[in-house]
């Protein structure tokens, strides 16, 4: 089953939302961001701009008929700067006029002085100055303290992770029209379309019901339109539903680099204390997370850090402690892994160094240490069906693993200029929002006379292929062409209250709450059938568009049954609501069971550096990887491909900078590497793990957006042990991204 859309994108019929055809008079928004990263604002002068000929209004924060706030954890961002600003890029004001250049135009005519303080860039520097957005929290298992004293050995170390650009080739944006009643209609490219409902209510000051959000699909999310598309979102409305007239916003690659948050940069220190043979006893750490101007949804990323902090290993003695710093960069975000990410590159630094410093393989260390089932996570939940070992089991078989050691060895031994270096990487990823009442879908199925049928969900497809999925489960469970199956676009005023597309819990949440609408309109259309044969229901079954009486096939097709059903006056129309069972959270003891289930999975990355220049290739990632049952392979693949790809870019290349005032520096294209095709590993094998698949996934086939991201830490490893083999003297450390330029310093560094 290939995705649905796929012909369409390669033909470019998508519609994405800068593709929707604009009405007559539609307006066009360019907003002011403010030039520095920190200060007062000392004058603000927009009558100028207001002036020029072509534009309607420069909104400034006196215009906003609600609230002038759009923090959707915590009530501490301002849609328009008042008074202070907190990061380069803030959104000061927005011009709107007759059209971009127009407004463009404009928006060199405002007269903004703002008095510059001094900005803070660095987490630790922030927590020194008491800077933090929320108080900070610790998970605990066993007792650190006294477990080092049994220790045979102890590490310390310290380890650094940067940020990263969501490069989603569709920039933020939105498109909104007044419609009756004081009701506004709202197009926008977002992950979370209650959220954009819910801040746009505030911000104009008008009910939920008068607001209707509609979603066809992103050009990709990766978590930056989780919350920020609320942001912009709300601007577009408030202009329209001022001047009532639509109005549009598109924002400019530029732009949405400078303004929108990325991925949390993490600096953390660690302590790790092992016995003689190799079992981690205790494991220490503090990380500290760049949080940007405003939380965001950092304190929920800063959560989720902690729950990934021991990533698919046991460790009796465990304390880690996180705070979410407060600095002058746009408010950081969601990103694939949403802090798990970051929590694990410090477990995994932490072995690494322990395995530098004992001078063996980090593999070593790793295996010796994977979670068993029964096993406490240090949030209190047992560890079940565990199949990080299988994994690697699996692994060892399938790519000959040995062999390949010894190759690279081989290698190296030979070569001068040239060295391979390998790495295992294992993972374990929480299936669920940690937040427990967000795991709640709704789906709103139609069968239409004609036998085709529609479904509306709260999912948000942004390529990942959920539509697909969605498809396939009604088609399932009816047995029916899957051509008749249509995905609506996403609305607020179809299906309501939904939690953002995220934490890769889309298909789950959603594809449930299909299932269950479905199942209850194929009992009714079961008993409609019965009515028609003259027979019990239980004798009904549907099979390849066919009613069949106790297995055997009758002339009753699909588009008859729906047809007589209707006219029996029977409704052909249901609404699922799915709730995760089982999951729950205590805050006030940090114990609970947040997570329906875990992913595992384990990869073998091997890179080849060019001692002389610095840079490296990916040779290949080879994976085992826990699927469940997959109901759809082909796009689940694509995931992973997707995601290895984003996660080795995110260690090695891509570096964001900003300079010490808060500007942006790597604010293009031409400053920001991604990875292209060159980049990526010339060889991704990934194979299936044969298991059965858990109760709470969908037709247990597990969640599969997020957790592949973590493979690609393995490349920031493989690129250190070649590193080792050209030079004995480095001191291993721990600072990503990797980047060429970094690694020809410490090729050539002197202890
Ligand atoms: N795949 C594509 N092509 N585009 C995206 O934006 N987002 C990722 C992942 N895969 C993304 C993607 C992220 S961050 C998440 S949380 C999941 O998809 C969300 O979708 P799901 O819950 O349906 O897996
Ligand atoms: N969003 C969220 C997420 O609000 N809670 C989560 O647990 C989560 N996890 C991953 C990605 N987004
Ligand atoms: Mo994904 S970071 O949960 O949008």
Same mark, same amino acid.
């Given at each position: 089953?290939?995705?649905?859309?796929?012909?369409?994108?390669?033909?470019?019929?998508?519609?994405?939302?800068?593709?929707?055809?604009?009405?007559?008079?539609?307006?066009?928004?360019?907003?002011?961001?403010?030039?520095?990263?920190?200060?007062?604002?000392?004058?603000?002068?927009?009558?100028?701009?207001?002036?020029?000929?072509?534009?309607?209004?420069?909104?400034?924060?006196?215009?906003?008929?609600?609230?002038?706030?759009?923090?959707?954890?915590?009530?501490?961002?301002?849609?328009?700067?008042?008074?202070?600003?907190?990061?380069?890029?803030?959104?000061?004001?927005?011009?709107?006029?007759?059209?971009?250049?127009?407004?463009?135009?404009?928006?060199?005519?405002?007269?903004?002085?703002?008095?510059?303080?001094?900005?803070?860039?660095?987490?630790?520097?922030?927590?020194?100055?008491?800077?933090?957005?929320?108080?900070?929290?610790?998970?605990?298992?066993?007792?650190?303290?006294?477990?080092?004293?049994?220790?045979?050995?102890?590490?310390?170390?310290?380890?650094?992770?940067?940020?990263?650009?969501?490069?989603?080739?569709?920039?933020?944006?939105?498109?909104?029209?007044?419609?009756?009643?004081?009701?506004?209609?709202?197009?926008?490219?977002?992950?979370?379309?209650?959220?954009?409902?819910?801040?746009?209510?505030?911000?104009?000051?008008?009910?939920?019901?008068?607001?209707?959000?509609?979603?066809?699909?992103?050009?990709?999310?990766?978590?930056?339109?989780?919350?920020?598309?609320?942001?912009?979102?709300?601007?577009?409305?408030?202009?329209?539903?001022?001047?009532?007239?639509?109005?549009?916003?598109?924002?400019?690659?530029?732009?949405?680099?400078?303004?929108?948050?990325?991925?949390?940069?993490?600096?953390?220190?660690?302590?790790?204390?092992?016995?003689?043979?190799?079992?981690?006893?205790?494991?220490?750490?503090?990380?500290?997370?760049?949080?940007?101007?405003?939380?965001?949804?950092?304190?929920?990323?800063?959560?989720?850090?902690?729950?990934? $902090?021991?990533?698919?290993?046991?460790?009796?003695?465990?304390?880690?402690?996180?705070?979410?710093?407060?600095?002058?960069?746009?408010?950081?975000?969601?990103?694939?892994?949403?802090?798990?990410?970051?929590?694990?590159?410090?477990?995994?630094?932490?072995?690494?160094?322990?395995?530098?410093?004992?001078?063996?393989?980090?593999?070593?260390?790793?295996?010796?240490?994977?979670?068993? !089932?029964?096993?406490?996570?240090?949030?209190?939940?047992?560890?079940?069906?565990?199949?990080?070992?299988?994994?690697?089991?699996?692994?060892?078989?399938?790519?000959?693993?040995?062999?390949?050691?010894?190759?690279?060895?081989?290698?190296?031994?030979?070569?001068?200029?040239?060295?391979?270096?390998?790495?295992?990487?294992?993972?374990?990823?929480?299936?669920?929002?940690?937040?427990?009442?967000?795991?709640?879908?709704?789906?709103?199925?139609?069968?239409?006379?004609?036998?085709?049928?529609?479904?509306?969900?709260?999912?948000?497809?942004?390529?990942?292929?959920?539509?697909?999925?969605?498809?396939?489960?009604? $088609?399932?469970?009816?047995?029916?062409?899957?051509?008749?199956?249509?995905?609506?676009?996403?609305?607020?005023?179809?299906?309501?209250?939904?939690?953002?597309?995220?934490?890769?819990?889309?298909? !789950?949440?959603?594809?449930?709450?299909?299932?269950?609408?479905?199942?209850?309109?194929?009992?009714?259309?079961?008993?409609?059938?019965?009515?028609?044969?003259?027979?019990?229901?239980?004798?009904?079954?549907?099979?390849?568009?066919?009613?069949?009486?106790?297995?055997?096939?009758?002339?009753?097709?699909?588009?008859?049954?729906?047809?007589?059903?209707?006219?029996?006056?029977?409704?052909?129309?249901?609404?699922?609501?799915?709730?995760?069972?089982?999951?729950?959270?205590?805050?006030?003891?940090?114990?609970?069971?947040?997570?329906?289930?875990?992913?595992?999975?384990?990869?073998?990355?091997?890179?080849?550096? !060019?001692?002389?220049?610095?840079?490296?290739?990916?040779?290949?990632?080879?994976?085992?990887?826990?699927?469940?049952?997959?109901?759809?392979?082909?796009?689940?693949?694509?995931?992973?491909?997707?995601?290895?790809?984003?996660?080795?870019?995110?260690?090695?290349?891509?570096?964001?900078?900003?300079?010490?005032?808060?500007?942006?520096?790597?604010?293009?294209?031409?400053?920001?590497?991604?990875?292209?095709?060159?980049?990526?590993?010339?060889?991704?094998?990934?194979?299936?793990?044969?298991?059965?698949?858990?109760?709470?996934?969908?037709?247990?086939?597990?969640?599969?957006?997020?957790?592949?991201?973590?493979?690609?830490?393995?490349?920031?490893?493989?690129?250190?042990?070649?590193?080792?083999?050209?030079?004995?003297?480095?001191?291993?450390?721990?600072?990503?991204?990797?980047?060429?330029?970094?690694?020809?310093?410490?090729?050539?560094?002197?202890?």
């Amino acid at each position: 089953m290939n995705n649905i859309d796929s012909i369409n994108h390669v033909r470019g019929k998508s519609v994405y939302l800068d593709d929707i055809p604009v009405q007559k008079g539609t307006l066009h928004a360019v907003i002011l961001g403010s030039p520095v990263a920190h200060g007062k604002i000392l004058h603000l002068n927009i009558s100028k701009a207001e002036a020029l000929q072509g534009v309607v209004k420069v909104f400034t924060p006196k215009d906003i008929t609600g609230i002038n706030q759009i923090g959707g954890i915590i009530e501490d961002e301002p849609l328009f700067a008042d008074g202070e600003v907190h990061f380069n890029g803030q959104a000061v004001a927005l011009v709107v006029a007759k059209d971009e250049h127009t407004a463009r135009k404009a928006l060199k005519l405002i007269d903004l002085k703002i008095e510059e303080h001094e900005a803070v860039i660095d987490p630790r520097t922030a927590k020194e100055k008491g800077l933090l957005l929320i108080p900070p929290r610790t998970f605990r298992l066993g007792d650190v303290a006294s477990a080092w004293s049994k220790c045979d050995y102890i590490f310390e170390g310290k380890a650094e992770s940067g940020g990263q650009e969501h490069l989603y080739i569709e920039t933020q944006g939105a498109y909104a029209y007044p419609v009756d009643n004081g009701s506004i209609k709202i197009h926008s490219s977002t992950q979370g379309p209650t959220a954009v409902q819910k801040t746009i209510s505030k911000v104009l000051g008008i009910p939920m019901n008068r607001i209707e959000v509609d979603v066809a699909r992103l050009g990709g999310g990766f978590g930056g339109k989780e919350d920020q598309a609320s942001g912009f979102a709300a601007m577009v409305a408030l202009a329209s539903f001022v001047l009532q007239k639509p109005v549009k916003l598109s924002l400019h690659r530029l732009d949405d680099m400078r303004m929108t948050g990325k991925r949390h940069p993490y600096s953390s220190d660690f302590k790790i204390g092992l016995s003689k043979d190799l079992k981690i006893l205790a494991y220490q750490t503090t990380l500290y997370q760049n949080g940007g101007a405003a939380a965001d949804l950092s304190p929920a990323i800063m959560e989720r850090t902690l729950f990934h $902090s021991t990533n698919c290993y046991f460790i009796p003695n465990t304390e880690v402690t996180t705070y979410s710093c407060k600095t002058n960069l746009p408010p950081n975000t969601a990103f694939r892994g949403f802090g798990g990410p970051q929590g694990m590159f410090v477990i995994e630094s932490a072995i690494a160094k322990a395995a530098n410093e004992l001078n063996i393989p980090a593999k070593k260390i790793q295996e010796r240490n994977f979670l068993k !089932d029964n096993d406490e996570f240090p949030y209190g939940q047992i560890a079940k069906s565990v199949n990080i070992g299988n994994c690697l089991n699996s692994a060892n078989k399938l790519f000959e693993i040995e062999k390949t050691e010894k190759e690279v060895a081989e290698f190296n031994s030979k070569n001068e200029q040239f060295k391979k270096g390998m790495a295992l990487m294992p993972i374990c990823f929480g299936i669920s929002f940690t937040n427990t009442s967000m795991n709640q879908a709704r789906a709103l199925v139609h069968i239409y006379q004609d036998g085709s049928i529609g479904v509306s969900t709260g999912a948000i497809e942004m390529g990942q292929g959920v539509n697909t999925k969605m498809a396939q489960i009604a $088609s399932k469970v009816f047995s029916v062409d899957i051509k008749r199956v249509k995905l609506e676009s996403t609305n607020t005023s179809r299906v309501a209250n939904t939690s953002p597309t995220a934490a890769s819990s889309g298909a !789950d949440l959603n594809g449930n709450a299909v299932l269950i609408a479905c199942n209850e309109l194929l009992k009714r259309l079961k008993s409609s059938a019965a009515k028609m044969l003259n027979c019990n229901a239980d004798e009904i079954s549907l099979k390849n568009e066919l009613v069949l009486k106790n297995g055997q096939a009758t002339d009753i097709g699909w588009e008859k049954l729906i047809m007589t059903t209707h006219l029996s006056r029977i409704s052909l129309t249901e609404n699922g609501h799915y709730s995760t069972p089982t999951i729950f959270f205590d805050k006030t003891k940090e114990k609970g069971h947040p997570f329906a289930y875990h992913v595992y999975g384990t990869a073998i990355v091997t890179i080849t550096l !060019d001692c002389l220049r610095g840079t490296y290739e990916i040779d290949d990632v080879l994976i085992v990887h826990d699927f469940g049952n997959s109901i759809n392979p082909t796009i689940d693949k694509g995931q992973v491909e997707g995601a290895v790809v984003q996660g080795i870019g995110w260690v090695t290349m891509e570096e964001i900078a900003f300079n010490k005032s808060g500007k942006l520096l790597s604010n293009s294209l031409s400053t920001y590497k991604v990875p292209d095709i060159y980049s990526a590993p010339k060889v991704l094998d990934c194979q299936p793990l044969e298991t059965e698949g858990p109760d709470f996934a969908i037709l247990k086939s597990k969640a599969v957006g997020e957790p592949p991201f973590m493979y690609g830490i393995g490349a920031f490893f493989a690129i250190q042990n070649a590193i080792k083999a050209f030079n004995p003297n480095y001191k291993i450390d721990f600072d990503a991204p990797l980047t060429p330029e970094k690694v020809l310093m410490r090729l050539y560094s002197k202890a």
